[in-house]
């Protein structure tokens, strides 16, 4: 809801503005893909498990996945 994009703008701009985040990237658009990825396990399993060949239904690929989403989010937030 609001108060939840409210708060990730915040925590965007704020890595922004003390140069820890990328400044050209909107805030908008990385709390959007971030949701995307994060949720994605559960919105588009079908469409991961057969392009992506990567069967959720295991414990340990929900793990996997958890970490990957984590460190591409960050990855491409950023400066390094």
Do not use: H
């Not at 908008?28 to 994060?38: D, E, G, H, P």
């Amino acid at each position: 809801g609001p108060k939840l994009t409210s708060k990730m703008d915040d925590i965007i701009q704020r890595g922004i503005a003390e140069g820890i985040f990328k400044d050209e990237l909107s805030p908008n658009y990385v709390f959007s893909a971030a949701i995307l990825l994060v949720c994605g396990p559960d919105t588009q399993k079908y469409l991961i498990e057969s392009l992506g060949k990567i069967d959720l239904t295991e414990a340990t690929t929900m793990e996997r996945w958890k970490e990957f989403a984590a460190d591409m989010i960050l990855a491409a937030l950023s400066r390094q």
